[in-house]
């Protein structure tokens, strides 16, 4: 019996020995694959070993590798179930905690994505990726509920349930060319970083009822046995780069090619000879359409990349030269993150994917403008951006249209993108500046200070006029009649990002009645201007050089409260004050005459103020007599109303070969 017992001891013992002794190669076979890349080989092994794994700190270790995978594998439930797992098992690295929150954030779980890119920020208070996804967590919604107005279609027709990426246009808008892992591709083997089939090369043309094609692979020597990735097709179709990864012991990693289409069929292609380290993985290319300037993707540790994959350029002098030595895009554009399928559009501007900069989740898709010698990057918003990856982003020629990647439902498949028109509009009306009445047949003219656009028209019947405006130019509308002071506005259509109507009021003014100048005050009992009151004079002072042929007396009015001479004496001095304004503003003291009338000319009222007086009608004057009738609330007012400064055209002859707007020494 005592000898049954060691037996069973022992062969628990060994059974034990056995078990650990295979967790341990699982692991060693899974941190091999995991080193090498191979992320869907290391998450089988990995979730083999964690079965069989007991303690806290080593499980820790293990999810955290498995969260990394999943990342890597762009499988953001599997990713956020795992970093999970890990911060539960007290593991300490930190960026368990980020990726944990860019994974929330990637199935658009914002709420909780924000704790944890808050905890991650008290961890690590000097990475911007937690204050980036702090700001987008409190952005994303109003990037939702305020869109850009791009049009976005899904590509049903051409779209598999498989990876379809990377999209290139070809002859004209006739042909698309994508990357897809779908049935038909050379490439047997499955991707040992995705656990895809290997890629290839796609295309589907587009008939003369505007119906896509079943997309075929291309013809020739692009696609191989092994994995084809991203490309960029020039030259009217003629011309493809692309992506070549190799998945051999003796020759891994990925290369740029470029082949040319001869009589309907791609050329054999070759590498592209980069003065890179040739154990560097390389990708993504973007050329410029005179194959002179190339951008890719690479993680060049050598180089001084700025953190996981960044865009490099490399230029040459001509369409055959050597390419020069890469050079990092610069921190305007690269970051701790990924910046990954870079396009170049024929403006100059840069597009590319990041999960790096601020972003609604996933890659998202951004717009780099060239600043001097930097970049002005921003993003590209809602809807080309959702919460899951969205990237590849091309444009046709300089056409307002374009196609990009998005995996927002489920797959990475083809959408299209148009940019409608910007629309802009001028809608007026031309109003009596006393009576608030519309003026009808008055001449309205347009001036576009930009383009030197210009168009009249008349106001019609009931004051109104519009204009069609071209965008990114400055304005300037006036408004002029016989018996009419003209009135002019200025308006712009410069950094308007979306249609807009501008509605303009022209005021014009006539010859024939005095004008209330709104909003003039005086200290009490003196002549000093308070400060408001020059708002309402600064306009004047348009006027006045809008209409350089006018004279004007200025005239200042007061209530009967008060002695006859001192109101006298005060309403002069107050038009006084009116005049040194105006003449310290460069109009000619000649132009302008005081003239205080005291309680003398008591206000009348036009149907403009009995509109928003409703115990007054037009033609009231407001005499002592009249005012004492009111009750005592109603006297307050009628008092104020009296209480006021005008103007009135003396003269519409004045200098009219002369410059009516002195300079400083002309007032002296």
Same mark, same amino acid.
């Given at each position: 019996?005592?000898?049954?017992?060691?037996?069973?001891?022992?062969?628990?013992?060994?059974?034990?020995?056995?078990?650990?002794?295979?967790?341990?190669?699982?692991?060693?076979?899974?941190?091999?694959? $995991?080193?090498?890349?191979?992320?869907?080989?290391?998450?089988?092994?990995?979730?083999?070993?964690?079965?069989?794994?007991?303690?806290?700190?080593?499980?820790?270790?293990?999810?955290?590798?498995?969260?990394?995978?999943?990342?890597?594998?762009?499988?953001?439930?599997?990713?956020?179930?795992?970093?999970?797992?890990?911060?539960?098992?007290?593991?300490?690295?930190?960026?368990?905690?980020?990726? $944990?929150?860019?994974?929330?954030?990637?199935?658009?779980?914002?709420?909780?994505?924000?704790?944890?890119?808050?905890?991650?920020?008290?961890?690590?208070?000097?990475?911007?990726?937690?204050?980036?996804?702090?700001?987008?967590?409190?952005?994303?919604?109003?990037?939702?509920?305020? =869109?850009?107005?791009?049009?976005?279609?899904?590509?049903?027709?051409?779209?598999?349930?498989?990876?379809?990426?990377? =999209?290139?246009?070809?002859?004209?808008?006739?042909?698309?060319?994508?990357?897809?892992?779908?049935?038909?591709?050379?490439?047997?083997?499955?991707?040992?970083?995705?656990?895809?089939?290997?890629?290839?090369?796609?295309?589907?043309?587009?008939?003369?009822?505007?119906?896509?094609?079943?997309?075929?692979?291309?013809?020739?020597?692009?696609?191989?046995?092994?994995?084809?990735?991203?490309?960029?097709?020039?030259?009217?179709?003629?011309? *493809?780069?692309?992506?070549?990864?190799?998945?051999?012991?003796?020759?891994?990693?990925?290369?740029?090619?470029?082949?040319?289409?001869?009589?309907?069929?791609?050329?054999?292609?070759?590498?592209?000879?980069?003065?890179?380290?040739?154990?560097?993985?390389?990708?993504?290319?973007?050329?410029?359409?005179?194959?002179?300037?190339?951008?890719?993707?690479?993680?060049?540790?050598?180089?001084?990349?700025?953190?996981?994959?960044?865009?490099?350029?490399?230029?040459?002098?001509?369409?055959?030269?050597?390419?020069?030595?890469?050079?990092?895009?610069?921190?305007?554009?690269?970051?701790?993150?990924?910046?990954?399928? =870079?396009?170049?559009?024929?403006?100059?501007?840069?597009?590319?994917?990041?999960?790096?900069?601020?972003?609604?989740?996933?890659?998202?898709?951004?717009?780099?403008?060239?600043?001097?010698?930097?970049?002005?990057?921003?993003?590209?918003?809602?809807?080309?951006?959702?919460?899951?990856?969205?990237?590849?982003?091309?444009?046709?020629?300089?056409?307002?249209?374009?196609?990009?990647?998005?995996?927002?439902?489920?797959?990475?498949?083809?959408?299209?993108?148009?940019?409608?028109?910007?629309?802009?509009?001028?809608?007026?009306?031309?109003?009596?500046?006393?009576?608030?009445?519309?003026?009808?047949?008055?001449?309205?003219?347009?001036?576009?200070?930009?383009?030197?656009?210009?168009?009249?028209?008349?106001?019609?019947?009931?004051?109104?006029?519009?204009?069609?405006?071209?965008?990114?130019?400055?304005?300037?509308?006036?408004?002029?009649?016989?018996?009419?002071?003209?009135?002019?506005?200025?308006?712009?259509?410069?950094?308007?990002?979306?249609?807009?109507? *501008?509605?303009?009021?022209?005021?014009?003014?006539?010859?024939?009645?005095?004008?209330?100048?709104?909003?003039?005050?005086?200290?009490?009992?003196?002549?000093?201007?308070?400060?408001?009151?020059?708002?309402?004079?600064?306009?004047?002072?348009?006027?006045?050089?809008?209409?350089?042929?006018?004279?004007?007396?200025?005239?200042?009015?007061?209530?009967?409260?008060?002695?006859?001479?001192?109101?006298?004496?005060?309403?002069?001095?107050?038009?006084?004050?009116?005049?040194?304004?105006?003449?310290?503003?460069?109009?000619?003291?000649?132009?302008?005459?005081?003239?205080?009338?005291?309680?003398?000319?008591?206000?009348?009222?036009?149907?403009?103020?009995?509109?928003?007086?409703?115990?007054?009608?037009?033609?009231?004057?407001?005499?002592?007599?009249?005012?004492?009738?009111?009750?005592?609330?109603?006297?307050?007012?009628?008092?104020?109303?009296?209480?006021?400064?005008?103007?009135?055209?003396?003269?519409?002859?004045?200098?009219?070969?002369?410059?009516?707007?002195?300079?400083?020494?002309?007032?002296?």
């Amino acid at each position: 019996m005592k000898l049954q017992r060691i037996i069973a001891l022992a062969l628990v013992f060994f059974i034990a020995t056995v078990s650990v002794n295979a967790q341990k190669r699982t692991l060693k076979k899974a941190d091999a694959a $995991y080193e090498s890349g191979e992320y869907f080989a290391a998450y089988q092994l990995y979730e083999k070993a964690m079965t069989k794994i007991k303690a806290k700190k080593e499980k820790g270790v293990v999810a955290y590798k498995l969260g990394e995978c999943s990342r890597e594998m762009n499988k953001p439930k599997k990713a956020k179930k795992w970093y999970r797992k890990a911060i539960s098992y007290k593991y300490k690295e930190p960026l368990a905690v980020l990726y $944990y929150a860019d994974a929330l954030k990637t199935i658009a779980d914002y709420e909780k994505a924000l704790q944890q890119y808050t905890k991650y920020k008290s961890l690590v208070p000097g990475d911007e990726r937690g204050a980036n996804g702090i700001k987008a967590c409190n952005e994303i919604q109003s990037w939702i509920d305020k =869109p850009t107005f791009h049009n976005i279609t899904e590509l049903k027709t051409i779209n598999a349930r498989k990876s379809d990426f990377s =999209p290139s246009y070809g002859e004209n808008l006739t042909e698309i060319y994508f990357t897809s892992t779908r049935p038909g591709a050379n490439g047997r083997r499955k991707n040992t970083i995705t656990g895809e089939n290997f890629a290839d090369i796609f295309v589907t043309k587009k008939d003369r009822k505007g119906k896509w094609s079943q997309p075929i692979p291309i013809e020739g020597g692009v696609n191989s046995a092994q994995d084809e990735g991203a490309s960029c097709v020039i030259g009217d179709g003629k011309i *493809i780069y692309f992506t070549r990864c190799k998945q051999e012991k003796d020759n891994a990693g990925c290369k740029i090619y470029r082949a040319t289409k001869v009589a309907g069929k791609w050329s054999q292609a070759k590498r592209v000879e980069l003065s890179v380290d040739t154990t560097e993985s390389i990708g993504h290319p973007a050329v410029s359409e005179d194959e002179r300037t190339m951008y890719f993707v690479s993680d060049m540790k050598k180089r001084g990349h700025k953190g996981g994959r960044d865009i490099w350029v490399s230029k040459r002098k001509s369409a055959t030269g050597k390419w020069s030595i890469p050079v990092n895009a610069g921190a305007k554009i690269n970051t701790k993150g990924d910046e990954l399928f =870079p396009f170049i559009r024929q403006n100059g501007e840069l597009y590319f994917a990041s999960n790096g900069h601020m972003g609604m989740g996933g890659l998202d898709i951004f717009r780099a403008k060239p600043k001097g010698a930097s970049w002005l990057v921003e993003n590209m918003k809602y809807p080309i951006n959702s919460s899951r990856d969205d990237f590849g982003m091309v444009w046709y020629k300089d056409k307002k249209k374009g196609l990009f990647t998005s995996a927002r439902n489920k797959y990475d498949n083809l959408f299209a993108f148009t940019l409608p028109e910007l629309t802009f509009t001028m809608k007026g009306i031309v109003k009596n500046a006393r009576t608030g009445e519309p003026v009808a047949g008055a001449t309205v003219k347009l001036l576009g200070k930009d383009d030197g656009s210009q168009t009249e028209i008349k106001s019609a019947s009931n004051g109104t006029f519009r204009f069609k405006l071209n965008p990114r130019v400055d304005y300037s509308v006036s408004a002029s009649k016989k018996k009419y002071l003209q009135a002019l506005v200025e308006e712009s259509t410069k950094g308007l990002k979306e249609s807009k109507t *501008i509605e303009v009021v022209l005021e014009i003014i006539s010859t024939e009645f005095s004008i209330e100048l709104p909003n003039i005050e005086y200290a009490t009992g003196k002549a000093d201007l308070r400060e408001e009151s020059k708002v309402s004079l600064n306009k004047l002072v348009r006027t006045m050089v809008q209409n350089k042929n006018i004279t004007i007396e200025l005239s200042a009015n007061t209530d009967y409260i008060g002695s006859d001479a001192s109101n006298q004496s005060l309403s002069q001095l107050r038009a006084e004050s009116v005049v040194n304004y105006l003449i310290s503003k460069g109009i000619k003291s000649e132009r302008l005459t005081p003239k205080g009338y005291g309680e003398t000319a008591p206000k009348v009222i036009t149907a403009k103020s009995a509109r928003k007086y409703n115990f007054l009608k037009a033609g009231d004057v407001l005499t002592e007599e009249f005012i004492k009738s009111l009750t005592e609330d109603q006297q307050a007012t009628a008092n104020q109303l009296n209480r006021r400064t005008e103007f009135k055209v003396l003269k519409d002859d004045y200098g009219i070969d002369a410059d009516a707007f002195g300079s400083d020494d002309d007032n002296d």
